[in-house]
């Protein structure tokens, strides 16, 4: 069903609980994995005007390079295509899954509510809107879990 399995990165800490679902899935299916890490080049606006785009870049891309070794490392025998994009992340998502051929992603939420995801957006509800393949949706972060709950589910949309 699955051949290739999209996993975009934040390098954030709550991402071995979404790359252990695409392990799951990759494993079941025989699929590929691709790592995919945006450099947001929105967040340069509210930086000061005498900071180098350059120089932001670099560490940038530096933060992207080591997010894609800890989602190889944490994949463990699985071999990981990764690449790096600059953009729009939900935008680069899309479009990254739609050249390679992606048949779902598989990323994390953060699990904003209520006015923070009002004002901030979120990245993977606009993947969800978006995406012309299934994206699996991980809990990650300050998430509700209730009484007896282990952990929150990921949960599929189309």
Avoid at 131 to 148: A, E, F, N
């Amino acid at each position: 069903m699955y051949d290739r399995i999209l996993v975009p990165t934040d390098g954030s800490e709550g991402m071995s609980r979404v790359v252990d679902h695409a392990v799951e899935l990759a494993r079941f299916h025989d699929a590929e994995v691709h790592g995919l890490y945006v450099v947001d080049t929105g967040s340069y606006a509210t930086l000061p005007v005498e900071t180098t785009w350059d120089g932001v870049t670099e560490m940038l891309r530096e933060e992207g390079e080591l997010a894609l070794e800890s989602l190889e490392t944490m994949t463990g025998d699985l071999e990981v295509v990764t690449a790096t994009e600059e953009g729009a992340p939900s935008k680069q998502i899309v479009e990254y899954a739609r050249e390679n051929g992606c048949d779902t992603i598989v990323m994390g939420t953060h699990g904003r509510g209520g006015l923070d995801r009002i004002l901030l957006g979120s990245v993977a509800e606009r993947v969800v809107r978006s995406s012309p393949v299934p994206v699996v949706t991980v809990p990650v972060g300050d998430t509700d879990v209730g009484p007896g709950d282990d952990e929150p589910e990921a949960s599929v949309t189309q």
